[in-house]
């Protein structure tokens, strides 16, 4: 099947559409909404040509829509740039959603509207065996963000590793970060072509959550 995935650049839409290709589907373009007031991921927060880079380096189309400070308008917005997608070839849209009904039964029934596909790889796989997949297969991870309520600002530029999801099992944390935890930025993997390069900003206090600004290198180097 000829497939769009949902890409925020984070562990869980890496590993979707890893999972997707593996068992045979096509990803034509990866779908990211930016924001129009700050240029970054929406929902991440990542910065949009950090998001591009490594699309590049992933080597699947980026298509990077504004989304309107208005939260009420994303379902139109939505729809819209899938659509598109459509007359572009795409079949389905592949999400990384792990056991979030709500969120699960929203994409389905927007998908259902627009008579497309939806592919969830990781859908009721246990999320400590999610993230024991995502690193098995090699996938490399920085945290960007975490509840400071749940995580102190330590977490954050810290490698997505196995001792990472121990102290996430200790603190009784979901190490999926399903419940929007902590998110993170991938930054290697078997679909990378390359790593993608970048340096550590200012760690910041903001909305409840601490933040650490990724930016992007201007070089890149091939793996050995």
Known sequence: MILGSSWSGGKDSCLAAYKAIKDGHEIRFLLNFTSSQYKRCCFHGIEANLLSL???????????????????????????????????????????????????????????????????????????KVMEEFIEFGFKAIVISCKADLLGKDFVGRYLDREALQELEVRKICPC????????????????????????????????????????????????
């Open 54 to 128: 490594q699309a590049e380096l992933v080597g699947i189309p980026l298509i990077q829509k504004e989304m309107s400070d208005d939260m009420k308008d994303y379902e139109l917005e939505f729809k819209a740039a899938v659509l598109e997608l459509k007359t572009r070839g795409i079949e389905g849209m592949v999400f990384g959603d792990v056991y979030l009904d709500e969120h699960k039964d929203w994409v389905e029934r927007v998908c259902k509207d627009l008579e497309v596909a939806t592919v969830e790889p990781l859908w009721k796989v246990q999320p400590q």
């Open 177 to 224: 970060g399903e419940n929007g935890e902590f998110h993170t930025f991938v930054f290697d993997g078997p679909i990378f072509r390359n790593q993608v390069r970048f340096s550590l900003g200012e760690v910041i206090f903001r909305d409840l959550f601490w933040f650490c600004d990724l930016l992007p290198a201007e070089w890149k180097v091939p793996r050995a």
